[in-house]
């Protein structure tokens, strides 16, 4: 007898497979599916927080909004000295910015007022857009949108400028003067970028008021600190720190309830009824053949052997076919039907260039929870018809 | 061995190999990191454009109480993108309890 | 050489009855004899064959076989004995029926893990012996009831026992595949394998090639 791998008993287990093809079939495409929803939702979910957390460092470490009866309200510009004097504060910085509705397209559009569009960050907006005219930006008289809202102005008949409607009724009309990378989708899709004047006109913002604050400060370890500061200050406002985004970033999606809640419970549910078929007994067919594999001298190793090759078998292959279907399903495809619920139904169709995300921990909980599991269902009942006498299992 | 041994191990070979492809071609994608970063360092604004049918869908981090209702005062969901999203821990820190007393 | 020392059967019925198979039977079988066991449906032929390959354990007595006490082994070596010293043709041929006829043949010898040289050469060899090379991949239960029972005796055969056993083999076949089997039988008979076959088939009551006759009835050997 030789030590090398036994190919005849391999062999064996794969005619098995085939030769109860349709029950065998059955499991295959329905493990196959599960896991393919699972792992595609899982992807998903870990790209979106990758992306987020690749941007995490960019923003801003303190950001402070001024609450009202429960409301976000505007802030006075005045407050800005009193926080530039707390002690490690390096920079305040005045934000005017919020949502425009563009009630033809039924879109809400992100605004962003800014000041920076002076010679010295030419090569900032290179960066960032694909093509733009940096003469007409300089002249406090143009834009840069996103590649969502450059579509949806065309489709809505603006080419090239857009007319924002005032609050007072009057019209604001603003050239497009470049559009943001594709790569920055993610981030920039839905969003305008133009002169902080421009923004306080289109929102009728006052020139001695801000949207919130924005800061910087010298220390990272200070921050708390400082944030307790400022809530002492300014009792009426919110203050939030880089830290609690992070936190924020990390319950983005609520385990407990919702899609994923819905997504579990019906997936284990079905996983556990076909362990509980394949638990419950080997049919009389298999038993009858578990009895003749032991008359002929296959021990109870031998025959345990053989099912464990048809359980790894087939539970192996669905979760690995699950798995690449998966990955290209959500990575390659951009995941059809899958991604209206991450983005909802908004007519800005939202871009869903996902970054490759792979986290190890989850999918060898998704591994473990089904292979072994499938694989002990299995066994167990071999088992216990295994272990009868050979001469009982035969009648 | 058997012709449908070998048919079986080759496509789990074929699968698994299919699986590294796919993981060193998306590896291998130039990660565009740094625009995102100067685009987020330019706005200074969280949350991904991702899903925006609501205010405070988009820029969840941001939000207040007052932004869920803004529209009703019923708290309607925006079907899928609030069952999907949870609120923002940061509305959560304002810890508020009723009691009914008797 | 095979030896049945005060062996008792008892088979549990229902919760409490019992039915008492064999009483206290004493047998010996020397190396190369070939025996025949006779005797009427329920006499207990069916289960002298089985506690002689292990399949059962006696209630009392012992079974001794090639000097091992097979009564006494532990489940995973009865597999092993039968897999090395028995073939057993069974009275329903107990083949896999969604199996090739050459598949069924070497399943015994599967957990082994042969040389597959030497395999194929052995298989060549059984398959013209029995008149079936050209049904090696042949379905079994697509096969004729002839055929189904030389693929019977051949995986019975595959790994040169020193003990076959044959239960009723004849009872589901006609005269002519009855006699045609005789004939195998006599081929099989070299003076160091011994053969044990049960029957109530008249045909083997009077062959010459069978060394010794054993009565059986209500599981006492007359």
Redesign the interface.
Known sequence: ??S?F????FD?SI?SIF?RGSKNIFIFFVFTLLIFLLSSVLFISNSIKSELDTTLNALPDITVQRLQAGRAVNMPLSRVNKLLAIQGVKAVVPRVWGYYYFANAGVNFSIVGIDSFEDQYRDLYTKLCDKFDFDALKKNRSMLVGSGVKKILQNNFYGKYFNFIKPDGGLVKVKIAGVFKGDTKLESNDVIVLPAKKAREIFGIDKDKAVDFVLRIANPVEIPNIAAKITALYPDTRVITKEELSISYQNLFDYKGGLFLALFVISAFTFFMIIYDKASGVSSDEKR?IG???????????ILKEKFYEAFIISFVSFVTALCLSIFYVYFLNAPLLKNVFIGYSNLKPAFDLPFSFDFQTFAIIFFLTVPIYIAATIIPSWRVA?M???EV?R | MKLITIFTLSFMFLISSLICIEVIYLNMQDKRATEKETFVKLIGLPDLAISNETHYVRHRSLSDTFSIFSNSPTLSENFPSTFVYNYSDIQKNLPSRIEIEK | MIELKNVTKEFKVGANDKVVALKDINLHVKEGEIVLLKGPSGSGKSTIL?LI?A???PTSGEVIVDGKRVSKLA??FT??F???N?G?I?QRY???P??SAK?NV??????????SAWLNDRLKKLFTNFSLQTKMDVIVKNLSGGEQQRVAIA?ALI?NPSIIIADEPTANLDKKLSLEFIEILKKLKNGKNSIIIASHDPLFFDLDFIDRQIDIHNGEIS
């Open positions: 007898m030789k090398r036994n190919t005849f008993l064996f005619l030769r053949e003749i594999l032991k008359a002929v001298g296959w021990t109870i190793d031998d272990s006498d050979a001469d035969m | 089985s390959a399949l059962n354990k489940d995973n597999s092993l039968r897999r090395e028995i057993f069974f107990n083949l896999i969604t199996l598949e070497i399943v015994p010898l599967i957990p082994s893990n042969p040389d995986r790994n």
